[in-house]
């Protein structure tokens, strides 16, 4: 099976990253969101602390400034003192407090105020000093003005604190806001973020898990060597992509391997329809040629006996010829029968031996060789010198020796000679069989090794041609092949040959 090359641009692993990511992209936007709404309500509670709590603060502790240094004087002309005393650190507290409001103007209005207090001390401060220094009929001149520009002051303070106090306020409310913004901002972000979250989940799954039921699905309706497959669509370029590919390609090979079985199926339905339509026109040959020596035999025997004492010798022993020639064609029907049991037998295993090969075939070829004397013919056995041991089946291989100088002794006439060669070949025992008969038709080789087919030289000699098919059966169980060669008047040459069983358990221990 061939590899699938296809590249995967957007694997599953990157997906999932790609939809964890997101939730730690909405939680960086969430946090810089937060630390700028938490700036804004920095700058405006520092607003709030700092800046405008400051100015009150001066504001008022200028204002207390002033009113102690109102009570000392009130108290001390309620007394009718002839002098007059203030704390002097009053007077300074007084102009230190409002020096700090003037430098610290955060809101719109507070720069006139400032302005307006600072240019009063120059006013405030020598009117002090002329009452304290002043005796009592200067007081009712000067003491109106204190009392007006005190008042002025704390009025001016006054409008200073105010101010502050609405920015404040101000402040407080727009602090609100923002909180009351972030708050929001923050949920509507979460909110979508959750939602962003359980989409891109809910798809990425739904991605992932649909191709996968598909496939399930198909796969489940599936039925191996029905020869229909499905054709499933690649709906992604990723691993279920991929896996996809990997079962159409998979089905297009089932379906290709459906069609072989089929063709192989129809082959050996063919051949099996051939054989029987073979056998039984074996059967009805077979029949024929039992029938006729039968009927010949009876007749040589039954006017031997009905006229055997009338009859001359001559008549006599024409008819004990003819029921001779017909017991040696039954003879040879008989044998060929048994060949058929031997065939039918041929799928059936049988343990091996490790013999040798050399004793196995002058043993078996023995009583052939004997009739091949009778019949005027020469067998030579060629077999080279040190052939190791030999794994046989020594019960079925012997058949495929005899078969084929048995064969070689039917269609060869006085003279002629057969000669059977062995010798090794690499990891192969290799054998000829050699005769110098009247060779066969090529029009018949093709089919040589056929079961259940005859050939007129076959019928002439009143046999029904199973001995081949039985050769080529048995070399073949012992994991080798046959072939042959011949010409029409020029003899026939069987080659056959089987794998040395020994030294391939050698190599492949070793190879292993």
Excluded at 427 to 439: A, K, L, P, Y
């Amino acid at each position: 099976m061939e590899k699938i090359e296809k590249p995967i641009r957007h694997s599953i692993r990157f997906k999932i990253f790609m939809v964890s990511l997101l939730p730690t992209l909405a939680l960086l936007a969430a946090a810089l969101l937060n630390n700028q709404y938490l700036n804004s309500l920095g700058e405006s509670a520092e607003q709030i602390l700092s800046k405008n709590y400051k100015s009150i603060r001066k504001a008022q502790s200028a204002r207390k400034s002033l009113e102690e240094i109102r009570n000392y004087l009130l108290e001390q002309m309620s007394q009718n003192r002839d002098h007059l005393e203030i704390p002097q650190q009053e007077l300074l507290k007084l102009k230190t407090s409002l020096a700090a409001c003037a430098s610290n103007i955060t809101e719109v209005g507070e720069n006139e105020l400032t302005d307006r207090l600072m240019k009063s001390i120059p006013q405030y401060e020598p009117l002090v000093l002329s009452l304290i220094q002043s005796d009592v009929d200067s007081w009712n001149t000067d003491f109106p003005i204190f009392l007006d520009l005190s008042a002025q002051m704390v009025d001016d303070i006054d409008n200073l604190v105010g101010i502050n106090e609405e920015a404040m306020e101000k402040a407080e409310q727009r602090t609100k806001i923002l909180a009351g913004r972030a708050q929001r901002n923050a949920v509507i972000l979460f909110t979508v973020i959750i939602i962003a979250i359980l989409v891109s989940s809910w798809r990425l799954s739904n991605r992932i898990a649909r191709p996968i039921m598909t496939l399930a699905q198909s796969l489940s309706k599936t039925k191996e060597g029905s020869g229909v497959y499905p054709k499933m669509d690649t709906v992604s370029n990723d691993e279920i992509g991929f896996l996809t590919d990997a079962f159409n390609h998979l089905f297009n090979r089932l379906e290709q391997y459906d069609r072989y079985r089929d063709d192989i199926l129809a082959a050996e339905k063919e051949k099996v329809r051939r054989s029987e339509e073979a056998k039984g026109r074996f059967i009805a040959d077979i029949s024929h040629q039992l029938k006729t020596p039968m009927t010949s035999l009876a007749m040589s025997i039954g006017m031997l006996k009905d006229s055997g004492e009338r009859l001359n010798s001559e008549k006599r022993t024409t008819l004990v010829a003819t029921a001779h020639e017909d017991c040696s064609r039954l003879s040879t029907l008989i044998n060929e029968l048994v060949d058929i049991s031997r065939l039918e037998t041929m799928s059936e295993p049988r343990p091996k031996e490790t013999l040798n090969i050399e004793m196995v075939i002058r043993e078996c070829l023995a009583p052939l060789i004997k009739q091949a004397e009778t019949k005027g013919v020469t067998v030579n056995i060629n077999i080279s010198e040190n052939l190791p041991l030999v794994t046989i089946d020594s019960f079925r291989f012997p058949w495929v020796i005899t078969n084929l100088i048995g064969n070689a002794l039917r269609y060869i006439v006085r003279g002629g000679q057969i000669e059977l060669k062995v010798y090794k070949q690499g990891h192969r025992f290799c054998f000829q069989c050699m005769d110098t008969g009247s060779g066969i038709d090529p029009h018949y080789l093709p089919h040589i090794f056929d079961r259940y087919t005859q050939f007129s030289e076959r019928g002439k000699s009143g046999t029904i041609g199973l001995g081949l098919a039985i050769v080529k059966d048995i070399i073949e169980q012992h994991g080798g092949d046959v072939e042959v060669e011949s010409m029409p008047g020029k003899g026939t040459t069987f080659t056959f040959w089987i794998p040395d069983t020994k030294e391939e358990t050698i190599e492949k221990s070793t190879d292993r």
